[in-house]
């Protein structure tokens, strides 16, 4: 996809959990195409060994669970590159396995901080610039999981559902301003965590990270101009 020309020249892509398996895809798509990156993670430690020194790339360390430290970085960035084009909320992950009355309010409360307040502080630090500018692209990474209530997984599926109903309200509040927000559900990542926790699966059947950033990547192009407030399934073949 997106092999015949550099579609992100001159663009500033911000990519949040950057240093995950999903992370270091969209990175590498985008970094492919020209863009010029900041990536976000709480650890930058991982991305450092590999991307120090590489002009294409600002690495930015921030709990995106503070929303002072959201905003700060989102200023840092937006005054090194004049713009954000791209936000690309993938800092997420999964905790739970236990039915609601045996779950506990720190799992709780970490879904709810890690999936949504994440998403949350970020866009409300970052849409401002993309107001100002009348343009932008965001992405967020919701679940297939929260389309529907499933037995251990309630902290995780609320999580995501907030997701959506996020996606929804910044795409009706934003998209007469030039700016695109919308997200992906994938299903499992074919990731070495989840080979490892579900070895009887069929991975083949689990969409790869590559794959789901090739579906970023689309989004954030000028070709998805016309999608607003979409929920896109991305669930390989499962």
């Given at each position: 996809?997106?092999?015949h020309m550099k579609w992100f020249t001159g663009?500033?892509?911000?990519?949040?959990?950057?240093?995950?398996?999903?992370?270091q895809a969209a990175l590498k798509a985008f970094m492919r195409q020209g863009a010029n990156l900041a990536l976000v993670d709480r650890d930058v430690e991982k991305l450092a060994a590999a991307w120090s020194g590489?002009?294409?790339?600002?690495?930015?360390?921030?709990d995106l669970t503070d929303p002072d430290a959201s905003r700060v970085m989102a200023a840092r960035v937006a005054d090194l590159y004049g713009k954000i084009d791209v936000l690309a909320n993938i800092a997420g992950g999964f905790a739970?396995?236990?039915p609601v009355h045996e779950t506990s309010p720190q799992i709780w409360n970490f879904?709810?901080?890690?999936?949504?307040?994440?998403?949350f502080y970020t866009s409300r630090a970052v849409i401002p610039f993309m107001r100002s500018q009348r343009s932008?692209?965001?992405?967020?990474?919701?679940?297939?999981?929260a389309l529907k209530g499933s037995a251990g997984m309630a902290p995780y599926a609320v999580s995501k559902s907030a997701v959506i109903r996020l996606t929804e309200s910044l795409s009706e509040e934003n998209k007469h301003l030039g700016?695109?927000?919308?997200?992906?559900?994938?299903?499992?990542?074919d990731t070495p965590e989840n080979r490892r926790d579900m070895p009887d699966a069929d991975f083949s059947a689990?969409?790869?990270?590559?794959?789901?950033?090739?579906?970023i990547l689309f989004l954030a192009s000028d070709a998805a101009r016309a999608i607003h407030g979409a929920a896109l399934p991305v669930c390989g073949l499962s």
């Open positions: 996809m997106f092999s663009k500033t892509v911000m990519i949040t959990g950057a240093s995950g398996n999903l992370g590489n002009e294409q790339v600002l690495l930015i360390g921030c739970g396995g236990s879904m709810l901080a890690l999936n949504a307040a994440t998403v932008g692209k965001v992405i967020n990474i919701a679940a297939r999981a700016i695109n927000v919308n997200c992906l559900l994938p299903s499992i990542i689990w969409v790869s990270p590559d794959a789901l950033a090739d579906v």
